[in-house]
């Protein structure tokens, strides 16, 4: 049986985002960095966490999909 590890194990808290949703979620393509309300909210959450956070980027078409290929921790 495959063990599941704890956000605080794994160090990481990965979040699905679109980047395309202003001024919620915003992929700037030149420094592949995200901005926004969400992402500063997801940002401050993994934060007090004590984990990094980690952008899985995904689509509006395929948010679950996207969500359970990368075994994100959550959606925005």
Do not use: Q
């Not at 934060?47 to 980690?54: A, D, I, N, Q, Y």
């Amino acid at each position: 049986m495959r063990r599941r590890t704890t956000l605080t194990e794994r160090g990481v808290l990965r979040l699905c985002t679109t980047g395309d949703y202003r001024p919620f979620s915003h992929l700037t393509p030149a420094t592949k960095s995200y901005s926004g309300i969400d992402i500063d909210m997801a940002r401050n959450l993994a934060t007090s966490l004590g984990v990094k956070p980690r952008f899985v980027a995904t689509t509006w078409a395929r948010p679950r999909s996207s969500a359970a290929r990368t075994r994100a921790s959550t959606s925005p």
